[in-house]
C-alpha cells in the first residue's frame, strides 16, 4: 500500500436519499407530506384506543369481538411498521429508541403481541393515547408548551415538601389505625392493624368507602377528628403547588425573549422591552 493511501480520509458515509426524505416526512410537520402523515397517524392512534375501549365491553366484545380482534391487529401492525420507519430514518436511531416518545411508542405495540402469551395484556394499549402529545408538534401549540413547562417546574420545586408532608401523613395514618383497633377491635370490623390503617386512609382523605366503619362512641368520635382533620390535610399540598406554580409563572414571564430583538431578562410588570421598547 502507498504512503498517499494509507493517509486518506476516508470520507463519512452518506445517507441514502429516502432516508432524508422520509425523515423529514416522519419526524418535521413543516411540510405538507409530514403534517398529512402526523394527522393520519393521530387519527389512527384515537381509533386504536376507542377500539381497546370498546372491546371492553363485554357485550360488543361478544358480537363483533372477531371484528375488533382483526382491528387491533391492523393497528399493531400499522404501528409496528411505523416504529421501524423511524428507526429506519432516524438520524440517531438509538437516542430515539430510548427516548419518551420512542418508549411509548414501543408500549402501544408490544401489548398485542404479548397477549398471544399473556390473554388480557392488550388493555394496557390505551397508553396509545399518550402518542397524542405529538399534537403539541404537530399543530405548534407553543402555548400550551409553555403553561406544560411552568407546571412541571412547579412540581418538581414542590416535590420535596410534597414528600415531607406525604411522609407526615403516613405516620399519622399508621397511630391513627392503630389506635382504632385498639378501641374497635374484630367484633366491629377493625379484624387487624393493616385494615385499620386502610380505614384511617379512607377517612383522612375523605372518600369514606363505608365498607369499614366504628361502632362505639370513642371510635365515631376519634372518625370525627379523623375527618375535620382530613380537609385541613387536603389545603396542604394544593398550597404548595399553588406558591411554586406562582413563582414558576414569574420566573417564567421574567425569561421571555423579545418578539423584536430577542433578549430577556424584562421587569415581572414590564410591557414593553427595555432594550428596543417594541410590546411584550
Sequence with gaps: MQHGESNARIEPRRRAPWRDKWYRIIFESDTPAGRLFDVVLMVAIVLSVLTVFVESVRSIRF???????????AFTLLFSVEFALRIATAKR??????????????????PTYLSLALPGSQYFLSVRS????????????????????????????SGRKIT??????????????????????????FTDIPTSIYWAIVTLTTVGYGDVSP?????????????ILGYSIIAVPTGIVTVEMSQAKKRADAEKSCPQCGKTGHDLDARFCKHCGAAL
Design 130 to 157: 399518550l402518542r397524542l402529545l405529538r399534537a403539541f408538534r404537530v399543530f405548534k401549540l407553543s402555548k400550551f408548551l409553555r403553561e406544560a413547562n411552568v407546571l412541571s417546574t412547579a412540581l418538581l420545586a
Design 63 to 73: 358480537r363483533f369481538g372477531s371484528v375488533l380482534f382483526g382491528l387491533e391487529w
Design 215 to 227: 361502632h362505639t362512641p370513642l371510635g365515631k368520635t376519634l372518625a370525627s377528628l379523623v375527618m
Design 93 to 110: 436511531p438509538m437516542r430515539y429508541v430510548f427516548s419518551f416518545f420512542g418508549l411509548v411508542d414501543i408500549l402501544s405495540i408490544l
Design 164 to 189: 415531607v408532608f406525604l411522609s407526615t401523613v403516613s405516620m399519622l395514618v399508621v397511630v391513627i389505625g392503630s389506635v382504632m383497633y385498639m378501641i374497635e377491635g374484630e367484633e366491629n370490623g
